[in-house]
């Protein structure tokens, strides 16, 4: 099931990539949210793929939801193009990603980086994988020398009060803060350790489901931004090498009563 999804998601990354070289239809699924062609025909793929091989178990894809089969042990959760609108604007980080759950607990996760040709894998008790090579995490345990990431929900506009306290508090407390527009990507890079930290409200299963695999092989950390368990169906994330996880959380903290 793992060579599967990484076949899926080098298919689906060379079907992005095709339509990154001519023009493509961009659809508004709302003020800034993006669909194009090159979501569809990388979520079709990579479902025909999967179906072909596993046709009992069960798709939670992005574009198109959730497939039958709802008593099924196995289910493949499914971003076919995350960072739709660096996509349409032609700026080059965006990512498929393929997570795998059994019976409620992820168990494999491929995300792939098409335009650096960068295959990012994790399984269950095995660890995680940069193009075959391990990785693991950073050692930077002191919050001021920190490289840390986040992103915005499509809703930013109207609750730009809610997000901003952090951005400045993190921005006036570490190294630096991107913002990289690929959820899968920067869950990524804090588990090779380009990042340190990563938090982020609003997200979806399929942004963070194989990422959130790949933290925990390479020896990171991941929960809620509280510090609570991180439920996949309400991710509200805080990922980071552990060794920063209680320094972040007592930021979030501080900036609680700022957020409305």
């Avoid at 994988?129 to 995490?137: S, Y």
Wanted: one cysteine or more.
């Amino acid at each position: 099931m793992l060579e599967l999804a990484v076949r899926a998601a080098r298919e689906a990354g060379a079907i992005i990539q095709d339509f990154a070289a001519r023009r493509f239809e961009i659809i508004h699924k709302g003020r800034i949210n993006l669909v194009t062609e090159a979501d569809l025909a990388s979520e079709k793929h990579i479902k025909e793929l999967i179906a072909a091989h596993y046709p009992a178990h069960q798709i939670l894809a992005e574009e198109s939801g959730i497939s039958h089969h709802e008593d099924a042990d196995y289910c493949w959760i499914i971003d076919p193009l995350d960072g739709t609108t660096n996509f349409a604007h032609g700026f080059p980080c965006y990512s498929v990603s393929i997570g795998l759950e059994h019976k409620g607990e992820m168990i494999a996760g491929v995300i792939y980086d098409p335009s650096r040709e960068e295959l990012f894998v994790a399984e269950r008790g095995a660890g995680a994988t940069l193009n075959g090579e391990k990785i693991r995490v950073s050692e930077i345990a002191d919050l001021e020398k920190a490289l840390l990431v986040t992103g915005f929900p499509y809703d930013v506009r109207e609750r730009m009060s809610f997000y901003s306290p952090a951005w400045e508090a993190f921005l006036a407390k570490s190294q630096g803060v991107r913002r990289l527009g690929s959820a899968a990507i920067d869950l990524a890079y804090v588990a090779c350790g380009r990042l340190d930290g990563f938090w982020e409200w609003g997200l979806n299963p399929w942004d963070c489901a194989a990422g959130w695999l790949l933290i925990k092989e390479a020896g990171g950390k991941l929960t809620k931004t509280d510090g609570n368990a991180f439920e996949i169906t309400k991710p509200d994330l805080l990922a980071t090498n552990h060794l920063l996880h209680e320094q972040m959380i007592a930021v979030l903290n501080e900036v609680k009563p700022q957020m409305k």
